[in-house]
């Protein structure tokens, strides 16, 4: 069940590893074996207390199990410990974060940016929203009601004005409503989401990059979720529409964490203009002295960052590379194609109502009722009917405002309605529909939903 034959690799790499240090002296850390066996087991059996987040028939939150060589990669590089602040603490791991981060912005067609790995999105997006409060000070960030609750949390942190911006019926930016928001001449920077957490959807860019025309204002892409799906070949072309323009905006974020097969915190930010460094730059008495290359700690506001994150996603990258029509690429059409077959099963089933039909590799749908009360209770039902069978999904309380022209026969008695959601994150998902199609069947059939 747990991948285990990379640890005879692993073993081998240490060994390989260990040959570049044997002018050194025996130096040996001293260790308690027995004590640290007991101590391990003691660790593996606290960790059964968990969701199978590897498993197909986790279909729920986004947990995406790293590749093999993610977690070889990373585990080799802790004999070591680098630390991706200066060169003097991560010399090697910092050359690989630069190369991998170089990867990443060419997925967007940037050659010359500036751009680093953080701890993840949060870290990711705060920077950017940091640069964006220095370039339009006193100015207001907007991001739609369904963007990630990261952006207003942390323009309060940064003592910057937020407002939410309205969405239309499938959960994205209305751009009318921005236009409004505007008009009255305070809006600084605007995020566009690609890839809302809730519901996969994607703001339409395009749209937003035509209002710059007319008006100032700096563009962010949050697209710590769905950044990768620019590889896919199977999105709709108003989908595509977005991740075509994604070139245009002034920064992005990417969370490799997510859908980059990668150990937890891994995230990334990039700025289409290097100049923003001279924002970032600041002088240590004691840190950067080895070297006149630029450290990474000179264009972070994290100090301190695991430089095995680093080697990690080189190590990934270099067997996987970000091309179209690649490994990687097809394992994430994958996961939009069992998204895609989920909603045809749900869609098509008196029992289940669907909410808007998935952009990327998110499904939120809800099973059938009169009321929005009724769905709710039925919802939270089905989502403990279907742990009992193993299937692990998750539940969204989504606005009962985004509903009334989709649902109209459904009586709105409260603000928010349950419904489920998944993400069908890993390429197996697909493979595995029928499986868990059969134990939604199943589970739905019992009388969480043919109760009154």
Not at 36 to 52: K, S, T, W
Not at 258 to 287: E, F, N, R
Not at 334 to 347: G, M, N
Not at 369 to 398: C, M, P, V, W
Request: proline share 5%; glycine share 8%.
């Amino acid at each position: 069940m747990l991948e285990k034959a990379t640890l005879r690799i692993l073993e081998k790499a240490l060994a390989h590893l260990g040959s570049g240090f044997e002018m050194l002296p025996d130096s040996v850390q001293a260790c308690d074996i027995d004590k640290i066996e007991d101590v391990i087991m003691q660790v593996a059996g606290r960790m059964q207390d968990n969701y199978p987040y590897f498993h197909p028939y986790y279909a729920g939150q986004m947990l995406k199990p790293p590749h093999p060589i993610a977690r070889a990669a990373y585990m080799l590089s802790l004999w070591i410990n680098p630390n991706n602040h200066a060169l003097d603490g991560g010399r090697a791991s910092s050359q690989l974060e630069k190369e991998a981060v170089a990867e990443i912005a060419g997925l967007f067609g940037w050659e010359s940016f500036l751009g680093h790995l953080t701890g993840g999105g949060t870290m990711a997006n705060m920077e950017a929203l940091w640069i964006a409060g220095l370039l339009k000070p006193g100015m207001t960030v907007v991001a739609s009601e369904q963007a990630h609750y990261t952006h207003n949390r942390v323009s309060e942190v940064l003592g910057l004005s937020f407002r939410s911006v309205p969405c239309d019926d499938r959960a994205r930016m209305d751009v009318e409503a921005l236009k409004r928001m505007l008009d009255e001449g305070d809006v600084g920077t605007v995020v566009a989401t690609i890839g809302t957490t809730g519901t996969g959807s994607v703001d339409p860019l395009w749209e937003i990059i035509e209002l710059k025309k007319d008006y100032e204002f700096r563009l962010h892409a949050d697209a710590a979720y769905g950044g990768y799906f620019i590889l896919v070949d199977n999105l709709s072309p108003e989908t595509r529409e977005a991740y075509n323009c994604l070139k245009e905006v002034d920064s992005i974020v990417i969370d490799p964490h997510k859908h980059g097969l990668q150990p937890y915190g891994c995230g990334c930010i990039l700025y289409s203009d290097p100049g923003v460094g001279q924002y970032y730059k600041h002088d240590s008495p004691y840190t950067y002295f080895t070297s006149s290359e630029l450290h990474l700690g000179e264009i972070s506001l994290e100090c301190s960052r695991a430089g095995a994150s680093a080697v990690a996603l080189w190590a990934t990258q270099k067997l996987l590379p970000l091309v179209r029509g690649g490994e990687f690429a097809q394992g994430l059409s994958k996961s939009r194609e069992a998204a895609l077959a989920l909603y045809e099963k749900v869609a098509s089933d008196v029992r289940f109502r669907t909410l808007i039909p998935p952009e990327l590799d998110i499904l939120v749908w809800a099973p059938d009722g009169e009321s929005a009360s009724r769905i709710s209770q039925r919802a939270e039902d089905l989502f403990k009917a279907a742990a009992a069978d193993n299937l692990h999904l998750a539940t969204f309380k989504y606005p009962s405002s985004l509903l009334e022209n989709t649902w109209p026969d459904v009586r709105f008695d409260q603000p928010t309605v349950t419904c489920l959601r998944s993400c069908l994150m890993k390429p197996e998902h697909y493979d595995w529909i029928d499986n868990i199609w059969e134990i939604l069947d199943r589970v739905a059939g019992k009388s969480v939903l043919s109760s009154g």
